[in-house]
């Protein structure tokens, strides 16, 4: 389980096949084989680890449902290790379990923040409401409004400059976690 709360920006280094390597210098001494490490958001299994970087698998059926299959050389990637269980839960519950890719439709540029809204379906805009919260590329956010095909965050700045997010432009995708107890609540009352 993650929090959403990212660790730090990791580099991708080398791409073979499904192999991905990643640069990640801030907590590569807490890496093991079989360990998960949240990449985008999309919750991935360590299968090796040497000096400051670690190669994961990414899988067809995760490079359908993400937009891990984007990355080149040198993307940028927020990184972030499971919560141990004495770890502080700072963010939100956050599984690294990717719904869908969102398209970011506007930024608008405030004084103190950026308000970025995002595209989505309507089939995941059943699970939005106003102050509830969802994850893009692993960053756990709060919703400050949103529509049946639509949704909006304020990014702060601190969250703009030590994650990926702050160098969204219109049209990039991004991987989205929906909030997981909306989902419980939905097949609990339709049962």
């Known amino acids: 389980m993650f929090t959403g709360i ?82 502080s839960f700072d963010g939100h519950i956050v599984q690294g379990h990717i719904d869908n890719t969102v398209k970011v439709l506007s930024i608008l540029e405030e004084s103190d923040s950026e308000i970025i809204k995002f595209k989505t379906d309507r089939v995941d805009g059943k699970y939005l409401i106003k102050k509830g919260f969802v994850a893009v590329d692993g960053v756990s956010l709060t919703i400050v409004d949103c529509g049946h095909d639509w949704f909006s965050i304020a990014l702060i700045p601190h969250t703009s400059k030590h994650t990926t997010l702050g160098h969204l432009q219109v049209g990039d995708t991004t991987n989205l976690e929906l909030d997981l107890f909306a989902k419980y609540a939905e097949k609990f009352s339709t049962s």
Request: with cysteine; aromatic share 4%; hydrophobic share 40%.
């Open 6 to 87: 990212v660790e730090t920006i990791g580099i991708v280094t080398e791409m073979d096949g499904n192999s991905l390597s990643i640069m990640a210098e801030k907590f590569s001494k807490r890496l093991f084989i079989g360990g998960s490490v949240s990449v985008k958001g999309a919750c991935l299994t360590i299968t090796a680890t040497e000096n400051e970087k670690f190669t994961v698998d990414v899988v067809d059926e995760t490079r359908r449902k993400t937009n891990l299959g984007d990355l080149k050389i040198s993307s940028n990637v927020n990184l972030e290790l499971p919560v141990p269980v004495t770890g």
